[in-house]
């Protein structure tokens, strides 16, 4: 029979305690206060969203439940909750040869559109907004992914992140990315949000700061 000897260098050799020793476990050491735990965020499941909407209000209306039949997905899932999209539209026009400048937003890049079904131009952008109104907790912040259906054929939705303590209906960034029209269905899920609480709220948060998009209602345009 072989016998397998363990080497143990020597700057651990010299590090290890009698205890360790006896007991044969890795040696005693302190970790410096750049590697010691810190707090983290978690993912927060169905249970915790549909408590919050219900107790709290997070999320109105708030569907408990995943639709799907002959729609596109909306209402909670596992890890997060599908929203759905107004009908309410505001499409980017390139008629009066506006230029884009988030420091000086010309509402006439936009056209208003209204109705069940939007048609977003080729390789062209769109803002609507969501059907839920959501009011979200001092310790928890969320970030939104588009829904596979709309990512599939190439239309993009982004959302930027829900502070702790904004509240609002979301306004919804859509892009379509191909060289064909694309529609978008109103009433219907178009992303999906995942909320993350921390173990401590922050200093801070966007109500305290008076943040300039705190309960927005319709399709609201870049304020500066």
Known sequence: MTVRKSYIPVENARSRTATDWLTNSAPSRVLPSSLAPRPHMSIQSDRWITRMAREHGMIEPFESSQVRSGVISYGVSSYGYDMRVAPEFRIFTN??????????????????????????????????????????????????????????CGIITNVTPFEPEWEGFVTLEISNTTPLPAKIYANEGIAQVLFFKGEEGPEVSYKDKKGKYQGQQGVTLPRL
């Open 95 to 152: 008629v009066l040869n506006s230029i884009v400048d988030p420091k000086n937003f010309d509402p006439k890049s936009f056209v208003e559109f209204e109705g069940e079904v939007c048609i977003v131009p080729p390789n062209s952008f769109a803002l609507a907004r969501s059907v839920e109104y959501f009011r979200i907790p001092r310790d928890v912040v969320t970030i939104t992914v588009g829904k596979s259906t709309y990512a599939r």
